[in-house]
DNA sequence: CGGATCGTTGATCAACTTCAACGGTCGTGG
DNA sequence: CCACGACCGTTGAAGTTGATCAACGATCCG
């Protein structure tokens, strides 16, 4: 029998049982998002957060001039929600939003209190989980103040060119932070 | 006797004795450092993670042209390492230096992992941090995005006034972004 | 007093956005 | 299975934001 993708994702991290895993198991509930198919609104009181254990998700707001801005995106085994709002069971900053048909793993914040309640060892896991979030926005904080627009695109599709291949091209530009038409005009003078 | 503010910061999060809080303070050193003094430099092993008991730290990096990027600010009651760097023990990305005098609480990598093992409770009072921690760099990310340059700087200002109190208007420009040049034409152009 | 530090001002210019129009491709319904 | 529309990427022109550079002022502190 092979391995869950969340145990094995935990395993990196602690260790635990088959047994206490297929406990842990039973707080989540696993659920199907069709390709475009909302998790989570704008202004919903945020109640769960998500696990990706196949495909992808992306987090956005919606600014006045009506253009979607990406915060984030999660592909296999990334943990995705406003966590602020989470944390507070108050109403979210974004949306979250599945970009390919994704299977999530789903867990409500009062499920979350309870696990933690009886397998205290989860706490060492989200302490990981978030510190290497928080890094990692940090890195990327770094690159967004520093970076040109070129360089910024550049350094995305190089660094991370899996995303390249499974994301449209007006998102990865909504993530970094520029328009369409310009990674068009930097890919086409890339290309001469 | 006042509580010592770094038991009433853990306090907020989760129930410590005093016993328990004085033995925990023994894996600490309490440091202080000038203004203007190195706590961290680019390039060393990250082996400190430091809590601002008093005081004002930030966490910036130098880029091409030589100038000075601020990632974080850390007053009262903030965490401030290069968290990636010091979990992997490995070569700092950010220079990390005091802005005021400052008192710091700081812990080594392995001292830390110590008092995990021995009080796992800190597990969710660190878990809380970083959850906090990313939550806020999500939203900035939001800001950062989303306003014009002016109003990312109007906008921090208003909503963090005790800062721009404290920290000079060109490290303000670095945190957000912006040349100090351009702040001064802003707000030339809001007085009039 | 003299230097270092920090903020201001103005001119020039490049990077990037905005807007409008077009073209290719994919999927869905007739 | 074809046709139509939605969706996505491209192109080009015009306009704007904000960076860069250089010089000057103000203030603080030894």
């Known amino acids: 029998m092979t391995e869950h993708p969340f145990h094995k994702h935990i395993n990196s991290f602690v260790s635990l049982t088959d047994t206490d895993f297929q406990t842990i198991l039973t707080f989540f509930k696993e659920q199907h998002f069709q390709k475009k198919e909302l998790l989570l609104g704008?202004?919903?009181i945020c109640n769960n957060n998500f696990f990706v254990v196949k495909g992808c998700l992306h987090m956005y707001f919606i600014n006045d001039r009506g253009t979607e801005r990406t915060v984030q995106f999660a592909i296999e085994n990334w943990w995705l929600t406003d966590f602020l709002a989470f944390q507070k069971q108050s109403a979210s900053e974004f949306y979250v939003r599945a970009i390919e048909d994704t299977d999530v793993l789903s867990i409500r914040h009062n499920n979350l209190e309870a696990l933690l309640e009886q397998f205290p060892i989860m706490e060492r896991y989200f302490k990981s989980i978030y510190r290497i979030a928080y890094g990692s926005s940090l890195n990327r904080t770094k690159y967004l103040f520093d970076f040109s627009k070129e360089e910024i695109y550049f350094h995305f599709?190089?660094?991370f060119p899996e995303f390249?291949?499974?994301?449209?091209q007006y998102l990865i530009a909504s993530?970094?932070?520029?328009?369409?038409e310009y990674v068009s005009e930097i890919r086409a003078k890339k290309r001469s």
């Not at 390249?164 to 449209?168: E, I, N």
């Not at 993530?175 to 369409?180: D, N, R, W």
């Open 157 to 159: 599709v190089d660094h």
């Open 42 to 44: 704008a202004g919903d």
């Open 175 to 180: 993530f970094l932070g520029l328009t369409p």
């Open 164 to 168: 390249a291949q499974r994301v449209p």
